[in-house]
């Protein structure tokens, strides 16, 4: 890692950026005006709907944008009930709580840390009308078996693939379980545009509704200005579209590097007992959007001891993510405190998750130094 890019410290994230890049968005500053205004987002569209196998794709200001759409595209709002995943980033939560539907947390798997099946099957009641798994780190749960639970019970499913761009499960690339399945480029993400989103169908009619509900009621091409609807303004310039466009045609790239960064890890810290890493089980690919490391709660060390230490170390790191249902920003739901209750394996597992650096710009003497810190806070000494 360049010492200059991040004061000394290793960063925990970060894009890599290329001429390419560069040439885009200087092109696209340039020339995407007039009756090029969206030619980069056509561009994008297209490459992104081919690269996930999906119908269609729209590209929008943020991955939180593309769930709050798939919520209101799918009709979902008071009263009803959307099951969400207890450990993810809120932002796969809060647009539940923007359409005026209540969150019901449901607890994680041991070894994928993502949505549980049976958990998500336990909280479904005569409300729910919507379940978000979410791709956790890059890892995925199985969607298969959740798609199953969901089609039984005429619960509609969004895919949060805002981690795991490029993961893929049983043949088929993380996003493009549900009915809609949702990405994010913020510049933490595996694949950026600085801020933006993605939102993929195979659903025609939900794929005219998110374009209408994107833009103030208006239909594609719209040239009369009569709004239909109060709607809402959700869309992306060509300057990140030509970002994100660059950054696709380099997809395979910026995988790769995200499989090896894992690997430096797993080759280091093969050997700790008290530490497990991301799972990648029989039939998944993992695109390891974070390297993370949970220690065995024996050893007696948190996540926030973790972290400082190897912040003392110039060593940048996040938690791994709190249970939702333990966040002050939940602290007056009802469905919160059930779930701080039914949810074992969240609150087990998080208090000793810590995020290593991850950024697509590590190199493997950045990793070398991460893990002969972390080892030496274990007390396993060097290899
Ligand atoms: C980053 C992220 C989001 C939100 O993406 P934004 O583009 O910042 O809105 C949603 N869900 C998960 C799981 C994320 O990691």
Redesign the pocket.
Known sequence: MHKGLNGGRIPVSGPWITAREVDYVRDAVASAWYAQANVYHDRFERAFAAYTGAAHAVALP????A?HLSLLALGVGPGDEVVVPDV??I??AAPVSYVGATPVFADIEADTWCLSAAAFEACVSPRTRAVIP?D?YGGMPDLAAISEIARAHGVAVIE?A??ALGSSRDGRRAGSFGTTG?F???G??TLTTG???MLITGDDAIHARVLRLRDHGRPPGDRHFLNAEIAWKYKMSAMQAALGLAQLERIDELIEKKRLIFDWYRQRLADVPQIRLNAEPAGMCNSYWMVTVILDAAVGLGKEAVMSHLLENMIDSRPFFHPLSSLPAYSDLPQAAAARARNRVSYELSPYGVNLPSGLLLEEADVDRVCAVLRSLLGTGAR
């Open positions: 943020s991955c939180t944008a769930i993810t980033w932002a796969s979410v956790l949060d805002a981690e949702v994010s480029f913020h933490s993400k801020e933006g989103g």
